[in-house]
């Protein structure tokens, strides 16, 4: 073990409090109900709208990634416990059709597929949204080959106690993940809401692996492709909530990049328009009359500069709550490594800084949720402000 031996006792600190924290809140276990503020009405999850969710909502970025692999039901798992408002997933296709929960189709950092030697000859070089990758991608491999593999932590430098977990889960089917939320709604009395990302939807509608059909089939029977299904539908690309838009009536939100960036089915289809042209009221119009949100990168809400250290917020909050839509911006980490240098703590990137006055900062603009790798912290943070 590398890192600062004082890091240990700070997490189970942070973990302790958040346990304790969640509990007096009503957060987790029977219901959120305790978190809603004057904002927002409703129980966490027992509303019938993504209105009736607790303000500001704390969405698990791709589970509770801060301490177990990604994308696992471990993770799910344990960002439910800690009370997350909603958990996220990412979906991207097997060969055979199936939607499987994966940041990326690039498996190489994720699984221990370069362990079996029997798909050696499945690595390839690919250019994925105009990015050449070697590795294995799951678009070449069938449900069944997937679930032979076993997952494992993505950043293991940074979070080696994670390690600790490699080859527990196998890589889960979206449907699973579905099956789980039920049993687990039903467990606790009160919906399990998702956040559900298509990830390279242009790409994958080439190869024949169209994202959206798949996924709004699998909304229908399971009961999510209502208005207000506790489901939110998310892509980089606004086309493909556009086209799920005509397919299911569950909320869509339009996830966005850095302001100089193109959304790929732009750049694929010759739309000249970045997304600072997007985050202007115009843009957010144009997204208001098929998507119900949208989740920008935090330095859309609060710019940094050279240094790395927060400068003055846009107006983007404001623009956008003038247009109807609501924000879920990402991603708050605890590491020193992934927060503002405002509020890096010690000389340990891999250290835990102060993840609560970042926290704070960001809800200070309005914002009606965020993204977080560490549910417990962002849980906490959210009751200090509504305090």
């Not at 809603?36 to 909502?57: F, I, V």
């Not at 362990?115 to 069944?144: C, M, N, Q, Y």
């Not at 606790?188 to 059909?213: A, D, I, M, Q, S």
Request: hydrophobic fraction near 35%; glycine fraction near 10%.
């Amino acid at each position: 073990m590398t890192q600062d031996a004082d890091r240990n006792p700070g997490r189970r600190t942070v973990l302790g409090a958040a346990v304790l924290g969640t509990a007096a809140l009503g957060v987790g276990g029977s219901a959120a109900s305790a978190a809603a503020d004057d904002r927002h009405s409703g129980h966490g999850g027992q509303g019938t709208s993504y209105k009736d969710l607790p303000y500001p909502t704390v969405i698990a970025h791709r589970g509770a990634s801060g301490y177990r692999p990604e994308h696992t039901i471990g993770s799910y798992q344990l960002a439910l416990d800690m009370g997350a408002h909603v958990i996220e997933q990412d979906l991207v296709p097997t060969k055979d059709g199936h939607l499987v929960c994966r940041h990326e189709n690039d498996i190489t950092g994720t699984t221990d597929v370069a362990d079996h030697p029997e798909f050696a000859s499945r690595k390839a070089t690919k250019s994925i949204d105009g990015v050449s990758l070697t590795g294995w991608f799951t678009e070449d491999f069938t449900l069944a080959e997937l679930k032979t593999l076993r997952t494992k932590e993505r950043i293991p430098a940074i979070r080696q106690e994670n390690t600790l977990y490699d080859g527990r889960w196998a890589i889960p089917s979206f449907e699973e993940v579905l099956r789980w939320a039920d049993k687990e709604g039903r467990r606790r009395g009160r919906p399990v809401w998702l956040h559900v990302e298509t990830k390279h939807p242009t790409y994958f509608r080439g190869l024949g692996l169209g994202l959206e059909e798949p996924l709004a089939k699998l909304l229908r029977r399971y009961g999510r492709d209502r208005r207000n299904s506790p489901v939110f539908l998310q892509s980089f690309e606004p086309s493909s909530i556009q086209r799920l838009a005509k397919l299911v009536s569950s909320p869509g939100v339009v996830l966005l990049s850095g302001a100089s960036t193109r959304p790929w089915d732009f750049v694929v289809s010759g739309d000249p328009r970045t997304v600072a042209d997007l985050v202007k009221p115009e843009g957010l119009k144009w997204i208001a009359s098929y998507a119900q949100g949208i989740g920008p990168t935090l330095d859309l809400i609060i710019p940094k500069d050279a240094s790395g250290k927060l400068t003055t917020p846009t107006t983007l909050v404001r623009d956008a709550h003038a247009k109807g839509l609501i924000l879920h911006p990402y991603t708050m980490r605890n590491e020193n490594v992934f927060l503002p240098a405002d509020f890096r703590r010690g000389t340990d990137p891999n250290a835990y800084g102060d993840v609560f006055g970042a926290f704070k900062v960001y809800f200070e603009t309005g914002i009606d949720g965020i993204f977080t790798d560490n549910a417990d912290t962002g849980l906490l943070a959210a009751a200090d402000f509504r305090r």
